[in-house]
Protein backbone atom coordinates (compact mmCIF):
# COMPACT_ATOMS: atom_id res chain seq x y z
CA UNK A 1 0.00 0.00 0.00
CA UNK A 2 1.30 3.11 -1.21
CA UNK A 3 0.49 6.23 1.50
CA UNK A 4 1.26 9.87 0.31
CA UNK A 5 3.39 12.41 2.22
CA UNK A 6 1.84 14.48 4.93
CA UNK A 7 0.74 18.21 2.97
CA UNK A 8 -0.38 21.57 5.10
CA UNK A 9 -3.95 22.20 3.66
CA UNK A 10 -4.07 25.80 3.04
CA UNK A 11 -6.47 27.90 1.70
CA UNK A 12 -6.51 28.34 -1.90
CA UNK A 13 -6.05 32.13 -1.84
CA UNK A 14 -2.90 31.53 0.68
CA UNK A 15 -1.79 29.19 -1.80
CA UNK A 16 -2.46 31.77 -4.73
CA UNK A 17 -0.88 34.51 -3.62
CA UNK A 18 2.16 34.02 -1.01
CA UNK A 19 3.35 37.07 -1.18
CA UNK A 20 0.21 38.96 -0.09
CA UNK A 21 0.93 37.08 3.63
CA UNK A 22 3.16 40.05 4.95
CA UNK A 23 1.47 42.51 3.23
CA UNK A 24 -0.61 43.51 6.58
CA UNK A 25 2.80 43.54 8.73
CA UNK A 26 4.95 45.27 6.23
CA UNK A 27 6.42 48.94 8.06
CA UNK A 28 7.96 50.12 10.86
CA UNK A 29 6.63 49.67 14.27
CA UNK A 30 5.86 53.38 14.45
CA UNK A 31 4.12 53.37 10.93
CA UNK A 32 1.82 50.85 12.46
CA UNK A 33 1.30 52.71 15.48
CA UNK A 34 0.35 55.61 13.91
CA UNK A 35 -1.99 53.66 11.31
CA UNK A 36 -3.35 51.99 14.65
CA UNK A 37 -4.50 55.29 16.01
CA UNK A 38 -5.65 57.26 12.96
CA UNK A 39 -8.12 53.93 12.65
CA UNK A 40 -9.22 54.79 16.51
CA UNK A 41 -9.43 58.84 15.28
CA UNK A 42 -11.70 58.32 12.60
CA UNK A 43 -13.69 55.85 14.52
CA UNK A 44 -14.02 58.11 17.53
CA UNK A 45 -15.22 60.92 14.32
CA UNK A 46 -17.43 58.84 13.15
CA UNK A 47 -19.52 57.88 16.30
CA UNK A 48 -19.59 61.65 16.87
CA UNK A 49 -20.88 62.68 13.46
CA UNK A 50 -23.50 59.36 13.65
CA UNK A 51 -24.44 61.32 17.13
CA UNK A 52 -25.00 64.56 15.30
CA UNK A 53 -26.83 63.14 12.76
CA UNK A 54 -29.62 61.26 15.28
CA UNK A 55 -29.73 64.32 17.12
CA UNK A 56 -30.24 66.48 14.02
CA UNK A 57 -33.33 63.76 12.60
CA UNK A 58 -31.00 62.83 9.88
CA UNK A 59 -30.72 59.18 10.82
CA UNK A 60 -34.16 57.51 12.90
CA UNK A 61 -32.45 54.20 13.64
CA UNK A 62 -30.78 54.22 17.21
CA UNK A 63 -28.85 51.45 16.05
CA UNK A 64 -26.85 52.63 13.75
CA UNK A 65 -25.90 55.31 16.87
CA UNK A 66 -25.37 52.81 19.09
CA UNK A 67 -23.07 50.39 16.63
CA UNK A 68 -21.03 53.32 15.82
CA UNK A 69 -20.47 54.37 19.54
CA UNK A 70 -19.63 50.82 20.63
CA UNK A 71 -17.16 50.75 17.93
CA UNK A 72 -14.99 53.39 18.74
CA UNK A 73 -15.09 52.48 22.91
CA UNK A 74 -13.73 49.07 21.56
CA UNK A 75 -11.01 50.55 19.36
CA UNK A 76 -10.19 53.03 22.26
CA UNK A 77 -10.12 50.48 24.98
CA UNK A 78 -7.73 48.13 22.78
CA UNK A 79 -5.65 51.08 21.59
CA UNK A 80 -5.28 52.10 26.01
CA UNK A 81 -4.24 48.24 26.39
CA UNK A 82 -1.79 48.08 23.93
CA UNK A 83 -0.26 51.21 24.91
CA UNK A 84 -0.30 49.71 28.67
CA UNK A 85 1.44 46.58 27.09
CA UNK A 86 3.99 48.64 25.07
CA UNK A 87 4.56 50.40 28.41
CA UNK A 88 4.71 47.71 30.82
CA UNK A 89 7.27 46.06 28.38
CA UNK A 90 9.51 48.99 28.44
CA UNK A 91 9.33 49.38 32.30
CA UNK A 92 10.77 45.52 32.22
CA UNK A 93 13.25 46.41 29.57
CA UNK A 94 14.44 49.33 31.63
CA UNK A 95 14.92 47.00 35.03
CA UNK A 96 17.36 44.52 33.38
CA UNK A 97 20.79 44.52 34.31
CA UNK A 98 23.48 44.67 31.36
Known sequence: MNVPP???IMPSEMKAA?????AAGEGSFGEV?????ADV??????A????KQFLTGEIQDIHQVTIA???ARI????AVEVRNKVVEAYQEMSRMQV
Not at 18 to 22: D, N, S
Not at 33 to 37: D, E, N, P, V
Not at 41 to 46: G, H, M, P, R, V
Not at 75 to 78: E, G, H, S
Open 6 to 8: LQM
Open 18 to 22: PEKQG
Open 33 to 37: LSRAL
Open 41 to 46: NSAQLK
Open 48 to 51: DETT
Open 69 to 71: AEQ
Open 75 to 78: MMQL
